[in-house]
Structure formats: structure tokens, C-alpha cells
Nanobody
Framework: QVQLVESGGGLVQAGGSLRLSCAASRRIFSAYAVGWFRQAPGKEREFVAA????????SYADSLKGRFTISRDNAKNKVYLQMNSLKPEDTAVYYCAVRVRPGTYLSGSDYYGPHEYDYWGQGTQVTVSS
């Protein structure tokens, strides 16, 4: 069992920035891929970004490349999502998730579907005003 806690969400004006954090309860977190997803009201949960176990590989949703950056600090058991040039359409609840199923130890970042992750945080609200 891995517990994840997101933080850093809030209300920001369009064009602003936020940095989300995902903290894990177990050290084992540092050996697995982590992803960020978001879900807006009435919409399905969508992929935002993912990072390999050591941060050496990252993946992004095409529409977010250049504005969002995922990173991790395994010494602190944390993964971050830096969001710049925010737009009203970025408004959503943002979730982090970790992939720890058998066979995924020291895995990369090529995991884009919610079903590919095993543990989720409770989410943090990001609201971008116009």
C-alpha cells in the first residue's frame, strides 16, 4: 500500500504558475513510475505527464508540452508538476498516481492511461481565472 498526498493547488489568474507536489508514504515510491492526471467537471480523467523511476525519462500530453514540467526528488519521496502560462481550460482536479504492479520496478515513463497506475492521491484543485 502506498499513500499519496497532493498539494500546491489553488486559484491563479490566467498566465500564472503553480507547482504541485505529490508526497508518498513509502520509500518504495522512488523505484517506480509516477504520473499526473487531471479531471475537469463532466470530463474523463486525462493524462498530463509521467516520469520514470529515476527522472531520466518523462512523457507529456501533447497539448501541454512546453508549459508543464514533471520532476522528482527521490531523496524526499516527492514528485512535482510545474505549471506555467496557465489557462482557464487547465482548471481541474489534479491527481498523482504511482505504478507499482509486479514487473514495473525501475520502470520508464510510457504509461498514459489511468488503468496503468495502481495507487492514487485524493487530488488537489487547480482553478485558473480568466
Amino acid at each position: 500500500q502506498v499513500q499519496l498526498v497532493e498539494s500546491g493547488g489553488g486559484l491563479v489568474q490566467a498566465g500564472g504558475s503553480l507547482r504541485l507536489s505529490c508526497a508518498a508514504s513509502r520509500r518504495i515510491f522512488s523505484a517506480y513510475a509516477v504520473g499526473w492526471f487531471r479531471q475537469a467537471p463532466g470530463k474523463e480523467r486525462e493524462f498530463v505527464a509521467a516520469i520514470s523511476w529515476n527522472g531520466g525519462s518523462t512523457s507529456y500530453a501533447d497539448s501541454l508540452k512546453g508549459r508543464f514540467t514533471i520532476s522528482r526528488d527521490n531523496a524526499k519521496n516527492k514528485v512535482y508538476l510545474q505549471m506555467n502560462s496557465l489557462k482557464p481550460e487547465d482548471t481541474a482536479v489534479y491527481y498523482c498516481a504511482v505504478r507499482v504492479r509486479p514487473g514495473t520496478y525501475l520502470s520508464g515513463s510510457d504509461y498514459y492511461g489511468p488503468h496503468e497506475y495502481d495507487y492514487w492521491g485524493q487530488g488537489t484543485q487547480v482553478t485558473v481565472s480568466s
